[in-house]
């Protein structure tokens, strides 16, 4: 057999200096390293525990329990004749690490992006998550809740009343994993409920189609109109609930207006409907006035979901639904099975940055860099084309461009901003079906590109849009 | 109008001691503590930015400044005539904050529940989660790999293979929320794929029927014998895959033999079946030589599903699978749209915790101490009553006692244990129809109880197992 003896010299052991209770843990130690870093290979034969023992000046008790715990670890292997190996699948077998995803483009401006550099507040998280793991009672670390932690759900209810004018209390909230996660539980209650027909935002984002169709339910496109959805079209359509983006619509960016919002509680009251506010950047909002959630206006008929994924990081996973309170239980209820509450100890590390008023300052801080990116891209985007038009600008990290007022079309643009390697989003991928306007459209998020950068970032964006103009002139 | 004017001596103001610049930044922090804590109630006004700004000795733009702040925000609300005052809705609704689930019986000793104080590690995940925050790449925090973190699936499928004989590469690995949700994940990605009838241990876990039946999907008992489970019985049910508990059977504590190992990989391999391995507790083995896992038999047949549920705590929320790689893609498009990955953090904090040996450490001291439990539990039963057999010693965190050996039944040792506030699972409730053996048993879990109570609460436990003997004499 051509398996190495191991002396206790490849082991780089020191037990000398450990006081002696600790040299069995000092033993052990060394043989997992050893194993895990290679020096010992798997099926390399170990000292008999007599001559380690010796080698060593330990007891032999000691190397005994050492071996044997290494055995019931999987290190070692006791064969027959109280030989003790490494064991064979000691070391996984040599395997590349799981990759990360490729890079992502040299410019990315598509929506729904972050800065993670500037956004997830990392000293912040950590600072919030010592201070809850150090008072912690025991008993939140058990399976929980399914609504999600009690502390979470009472700090968002008073959030949300304050920051968005949610009117909710932590009874009726349910935390989820971020906004698809919590649309699909609610899309998934609805189903189980008899709902067949849901009404969406037309232009809309075509993941959220993905969920709904996903579920089994029929789509019932609604058309977006300056101040909102049309909601003729969406009595018409005889949905049973309809998703709407009131703050900041996307992905044209309009505000729903007070008459909208009044015509569509009416709606949803006499035909017993439900509206799906999606709140996903309501908190970025640049006019001092904030805008408020539509919720307020009647919480009986409208489920709130709300997302860490634009004010933290898509990464954070956790989300809420503020819901109508005949509405909890049937969730709950819906979605008991296979559950994926988000860890405990997230939702109590969000709380306390809630509580805190750490959301908050975290918030300002941002709002304000979004502003000055924003102003920015509204000037260079109105020096490179006069005449272009640009909605959705008092909220939110994307604008909505139209290319029509500028006279040319996401053809040229799109052929120009690939060659310059230069992400964008079309207005044309977000329709349900044919186009409902002949508009022509880029849709640009602006919170992506890290800081320093940003400037020549959108002048280039600017570049992009002079040479689609010279392309249509020739 | 009642409102009362506010002065800044009632808001506690000290903006002396501040640097210039941290002025506004000071006053509205004041302002929104008091707004927060009640001191300025909600429609009380604010003093003009000019008197206020004489009262601090500020300029008058600073408090303009704050006070646009706060509005947008949402404390303040600007009323016409430039009069500022707290919004209305500013502090939530007086309501209860949310309240923890009532606490647990005086005693409970059912089974997958753990001693919280001692099993979650929360300073060695503090230390693991710093590292990961000054280390990670920005992109992690991004939406990620839907299969999860990469860092996780490289630690994961070397720890697997080392410890578990699990056969996995990173890439065949999908992180899940926990054991049910991963079960839900491939159940789901099963019955897209035509698959209708699934197979699963009698008796077995109640709750896991549940997750079976939600996804639309039929049941099909097979019987469990004393090495495993009947895979004539399997072979006759029809069934497209199987769930087991090879290394630990639960509630029986049954370790799957060679024999039936290999008999289920080959009608794994006749049928093109899939086997579904649950290894929930299979870190705790008390014998020296430890059992694998089916999974490393035929890789390309099983799903090998783990968790941290026993390991650290059930509010962790990380599972995963181990999947044959023709599965791999399946389960990802079955599950992506409104999928709840577990927050990267927590994925890479977990990575941390098993590349630097740190869950070893931690499995190695729960191990010891749930040897000594486990020592004492059989040591009181086997006194109590020395008729008693008891299954499932080798492994795991519980054990089955077989009342009908010692001579009683679960009646009679229900209405005792009750009376003295003893939470017990009883065997009968774990048979899919009619029991299909007439032996009564308790299923007792010994992980639950504090350590400096478990003498007390065995002895007590004892007591039970006496009195519904005695009860039996009469």
């Known amino acids: 057999l ?32 050893a194993i895990r870093e290679g020096r010992l290979a798997p099926g390399s034969t170990l000292p008999s525990t007599r001559v380690l023992a010796g080698d060593l000046q330990l007891s032999r008790g000691t190397v005994v329990d050492a071996y044997a715990q290494l055995v019931a670890e999987g290190y070692l292997t006791a064969r027959p004749g109280s030989v003790t190996a490494v064991a064979d699948n000691a070391v996984p ?48 670390f058990d399976y929980g809740d399914l609504r999600g932690a009690p502390e979470l759900r009472t700090a968002l209810a008073a959030y949300l009343g304050r920051a968005r004018g949610v009117a909710t ?13 919590g649309l699909a539980m609610l899309l998934r209650t609805l189903r189980l409920a008899g709902v067949r027909r849901i009404g969406m935002e037309d232009p809309c984002l075509p993941a959220h189609r993905a969920i709904v ?24 359509s005889g949905a049973d609930a309809v998703i709407v983006t009131p703050a900041h619509q996307y992905p044209t960016g309009f505000t729903m207006s007070s008459v909208r919002r009044i015509q569509l509680v009416q709606w949803a009251q006499r035909t017993r409907g439900l509206v799906i506010e999606d709140d996903y950047d309501g908190e970025f909002r640049y006019d001092r006035q904030p805008v408020g959630a539509v919720q307020g206006l009647d919480p009986e008929h409208i489920a709130y979901v709300g997302t860490t994924s634009k ?20 969730v709950i209820t819906a979605n008991q099975h296979g559950s ?13 940055l809630v509580d805190n008023g750490r959301l908050d300052r975290h918030l300002r801080r941002l709002r304000l860099n979004y502003r000055q990116r924003r102003d920015m891209l509204l000037h260079t985007l109105t020096e490179a084309a006069p005449t272009i038009s640009i909605t959705g600008i008092a909220a939110g990290l994307h604008v909505l461009a139209d290319l029509s007022s500028a006279g040319t079309t ?32 880029i849709v640009v998020g602006y919170a992506r590109t890290p800081s320093p950068a940003f400037v020549d970032v959108i002048n280039d964006l600017g570049g992009v849009l002079r040479a689609a103009l010279a392309a249509n002139d020739r």
Do not use: N
């Open 410 to 441: 996401e053809e040229r643009v799109r052929s120009v901003a690939e060659r310059h390697g230069i992400k964008l989003a079309y207005l044309t991928s977000h329709w349900h079906g044919p186009p409902a306007t002949p508009m022509q459209g």
């Open 340 to 352: 994926a509450v988000p860890p405990a100890l997230s939702q109590m590390t969000l709380a306390h």
């Open 213 to 236: 169709a996903d579920q089994g339910l029929e789509i019932a496109p609604i058309p977006v109109v300056a101040d909102g959805i049309s909601v003729d079209a969406l009595e018409q």
């Open 2 to 33: 051509s398996r190495s003896r191991t002396s206790s010299i490849d082991l780089h052991l020191d037990l000398a200096a450990s006081p002696a209770r600790g040299r069995r843990a000092a033993l052990e130690r060394t043989l997992r390293e």
């Open 311 to 330: 004010t933290l990081a898509p990464a954070v996973r956790i989300g809420w639904l503020a819901l109508p309170p005949a509405l909890v239980d049937p």
């Open 169 to 181: 209390t932590p009874e009726r909230m349910v935390i989820c994993a971020g906004f698809s996660h």
């Open 93 to 140: 077998t040599p395997s590349q690490p799981a990759e990360r995803p490729a890079p992502v483009a040299r410019i990315d401006l598509r929506p729904g992006l972050l800065d993670l550099a500037s956004t997830f507040p990392r000293a912040e998280w950590l600072r919030a998550e010592r201070a809850v793991l150090r008072s912690a009672p025991d008993a939140s």
